[in-house]
């Protein structure tokens, strides 16, 4: 590759130093040396005027416009740096601010389920206290029956076979005999009803 590119450099060499002294031989102003002093001075007012014309007019304002970009980057660099700052700072205050609340949230539940308990022991055990009186009356009140069921039993019984011996024979017996023979069999089998 570098042979080749030697050689072409060589052969387009040879070729531009013809060309050069043909243009000379044929009256080309730029190559006559005679030409070479006025040549010489219009470029050099030209590359001066564009010179000046650079240097005073473009590259100042091409200058100052880098110089503004480079600034306004800046800016703005430094600007989301301390947006970013800000926002993890609120991110941290809004993790700290969640947290809390969890915590809050957590302490609350806690408080209100062991306020739930509480109430609910304590209506337990008024209910059971009112179970408990309530069996108790109950109780009381069977007791009662208990003790008087007998009385009433013989009372019925000596006035139902009173009115069964009155409708049977016509006339009416005496009650005496009648709650003779009731407490006489109460005696005998009562204990096996009342528990007595």
Known sequence: ???????????????????IL???????????????????FWLTLTFGILYVVLSKLIL????????LRKSQIQENI?????????????????????????????????LSREKALKDINSKREILEKQIDDELKKAEQEINELKKTAPEKINKIAIETSSEILKNLIGTEVNSSS????????????????YGN
Do not use: C
């Open 78 to 110: 430094e600007a989301a740096d301390k947006q970013r700052e800000e926002s993890e700072n609120k991110l941290k205050e809004f993790e700290e601010i969640i947290l809390k609340n969890k915590l809050e949230a957590k302490n609350i539940f806690k």
């Open 1 to 19: 590759m570098f042979k080749k590119i030697f050689f072409q450099s060589i052969f387009l060499n040879f070729f531009f130093t013809k060309e």
């Open 60 to 67: 100042p304002k091409i200058s100052s416009n880098l110089e």
């Open 178 to 193: 009648i709650s003779a023979i009731v407490e006489d069999l109460y005696k005998k089998h009562g204990t096996k009803y």
């Open 22 to 40: 043909a243009a000379e031989s044929g009256g080309m102003p730029q190559l006559n040396p005679e030409f070479w002093v006025s040549q010489i």
